[in-house]
């Protein structure tokens, strides 16, 4: 079955850094593209960060731009989000979600990770 | 940017018809896709497209949309469809995705 398995949260200071890693197993790794979306305590899902199946575009919200990079290596079926710069509103679950797209105007996310907790506080 | 706008609370007596509503320009463009999310579990997918659902979830779930509004309905709603909902769609020039804010779904 497909499992996405988030790894790498915890406890940060504010500015340093941390790398969120997404293990995949049960389907083909490099046919989907990969997106990070994050929940922070008490609220709502916000879309982070996606990249394609074959690594060639990614994509970020705005408030990570410049701070977030999103990558992939196919050959080892991971995802990774490294995150610099932290600041206290990143403090979030991180989820790895897969995406589908069905057409160019139906996409949606039909796998999660059960999440990982990033805590960035001093 | 663009947004996507849900009321934050719902409620609907057992075995009622409910509505959750999703607007936003993204929605003249792009479908909505809706998660199901309980206290302390990752977002289930629940419906997407033009009302498609995943294996496993009840046909009690559709969708409709009209315009910059998509609807959830939940038909004969039961308990264990007392969760927090999400709306989402691909927005702007298609690059980047959007979240509405949640409805929390009480079932009396």
């Known amino acids: 079955q497909v499992q996405l398995v988030e790894s790498g949260g915890g406890v940060v200071q504010p500015g340093r850094s941390l790398r969120l890693s997404c293990t995949a197993s049960?389907?083909?790794?490099?046919?989907?593209?990969i997106h990070w979306v994050r929940q922070a305590p008490g609220k709502g899902l916000e879309w982070v960060a996606g990249?394609?199946?074959?690594?060639?575009?990614?994509h970020y919200t705005e408030s990570v731009k410049g701070r977030f990079t999103i990558s992939r290596d196919n050959s080892k079926n991971t995802a990774w989000l490294q995150m610099n710069s932290l600041r206290a509103e990143d403090t979030a679950v991180y989820y790895c979600?897969?995406?589908?797209?069905?057409?160019?105007?139906?996409?949606?996310?039909?796998?999660w990770g059960q999440g990982t907790l990033v805590t960035v506080s001093s | 940017s663009s947004e996507l706008t849900q009321d934050p609370a719902v409620s609907v007596a057992l075995g009622q018809t409910v509505r959750i509503t999703c607007q936003g320009d993204?929605?003249?463009?792009?479908?909505a896709s809706w998660y199901q999310q309980k206290p302390g579990q990752a977002p289930v997918l629940v419906i997407y497209?033009?009302?498609n659902r995943p294996l496993g979830i009840p046909d009690r779930f559709s969708v409709s949309t009209s315009g910059n509004t998509a609807s959830l309905t939940i038909t004969g709603a039961q308990a264990e469809d007392e969760a927090d909902y999400y709306c989402?769609?691909?927005?702007?020039?298609?690059?980047?995705?959007?979240f509405g804010g949640g409805t929390k779904l009480t079932v009396l």
């Open positions: 979600v897969r995406d589908v797209w069905e057409t160019t105007v139906t996409t949606f996310f039909d796998s």
């Open positions: 049960g389907f083909t790794f490099r046919t989907y593209g």
């Open positions: 990249i394609w199946n074959d690594g060639s575009k990614t």
């Open positions: 993204s929605l003249r463009t792009y479908y």
């Open positions: 497209g033009e009302s």
């Open positions: 989402n769609s691909r927005e702007g020039s298609g690059d980047h995705w959007v």
